[in-house]
């Protein structure tokens, strides 16, 4: 249907299209998943805050998406079946945004905002059944630094960055 959607995230099967469809009512946006054959769309979540950017795991089965409240700007991670229930991944007030999990799940990539080093890339480790470990700053110069992504191996990070002028993309080693 006609509706302002945006940050598509396709799933790693091909089947599923995640989208953050805006309702100009409440002036935020929600998840939705479309089916990528039949174009039906579920609705994935409905809370009051702003979800507006979902990744998937590698395997399609878990989903991590940002949430920005006006006392929280959180993470989540949900099975990709249903946001309920989900579990609070990071929780403060420094906007971020989920780029990358890598494959075999163990570090999520976000971009997060400084207020004096401006959009940063960082990851923190993840391991199933536990909290999430600090968090770990990989970039953060004055420079623009986004869309971290981790190589299918789990050894490289491609990202974009702005620090010769225009963006341009960069590959290091990861994590270290």
């Known amino acids: 249907p006609v509706a302002d959607h945006g940050n598509l995230e396709l799933s790693p099967d091909g089947a599923r299209v995640a989208v953050a469809v805006t309702d100009h009512a409440l002036e935020t946006r929600d998840i939705w998943i ?39 700007l959180d993470l989540f991670e949900a099975t990709s079946r249903g946001f ?24 999520l990539i976000y971009t997060e905002n400084d207020p004096k ?29 986004s869309q971290g992504q981790v190589s299918p191996n789990g050894k490289w990070l491609a990202y974009s960055s702005n620090e010769q002028g225009a963006l341009e993309v960069y590959v290091r080693t990861f994590p270290t």
């Open 34 to 72: 479309y089916d990528a054959k039949s174009g039906d769309r579920t609705r994935f979540t409905s809370a009051p805050g702003d979800e507006n950017w979902l990744i998937w795991s590698g395997d399609g089965q878990r989903v991590v998406l940002n949430s920005f409240g006006r006392e929280h």
């Open 84 to 107: 309920e229930p989900h579990t609070v991944l990071m929780n403060d007030a420094v906007a971020k945004w989920p780029v990358s999990l890598s494959r075999d799940g163990r570090f």
């Open 117 to 145: 080093t401006r959009a940063d890339i960082r990851y923190v480790p993840l391991e199933s059944g536990k909290a999430p470990g600090e968090p770990v700053r990989l970039l953060g110069t004055t420079a623009v630094e």
